[in-house]
């Protein structure tokens, strides 16, 4: 069974820090491509950064030089560390794996799995 968990959410005073966790089970996260996606209140999930099987990395406009995406083979793992985080940043952040490439804004073409998401809030 293939299950995503996210972890490492939480409340942050605007200018601060996170990392997020997206820990697999039941694949190998390097045969996939993983993305992080996010979904405020009221607007349409919106595609955050990719990290394709071969290493190339996305970004979303709005998290371009802030956010950082990253895998760690040994953990299984994809995290997604995030500075000068701003109000705008405030959502729940799902990751998801797709065994395909990842495409230049939207991320993932219909991820295979989704994890269950985490919370961030930016507030001071």
């Known amino acids: 069974q293939v299950q995503l968990v996210e972890s490492g959410g939480g409340l942050v005073q605007p200018g601060g820090s996170l990392r997020l966790s997206c820990r697999a089970s039941?694949?190998?996260?390097?045969?996939?491509?993983i993305a992080w996606f996010r979904r405020a209140p009221g607007k349409e999930r919106e595609g955050v950064s990719c990290?394709?099987?071969?290493?190339?990395?996305y970004y979303g406009d709005s998290v371009k030089g802030r956010f950082t995406i990253s895998r760690d083979n040994a953990e299984n793992a994809v995290y997604l560390q995030m500075s000068s985080l701003k109000a705008e940043d405030t959502a729940v952040y799902y990751c998801?794996?797709?065994?395909?490439?990842?495409?230049?804004?939207?991320?993932?073409?219909?991820?295979?799995?989704w994890g269950q998401g985490t919370q961030v809030t930016v507030s001071s």
């Open positions: 039941g694949l190998t996260s390097n045969d996939y491509a």
């Open positions: 998801a794996a797709e065994r395909a490439p990842c495409l230049s804004g939207r991320m993932l073409r219909d991820p295979d799995y």
């Open positions: 990290l394709s099987d071969r290493g190339a990395t």
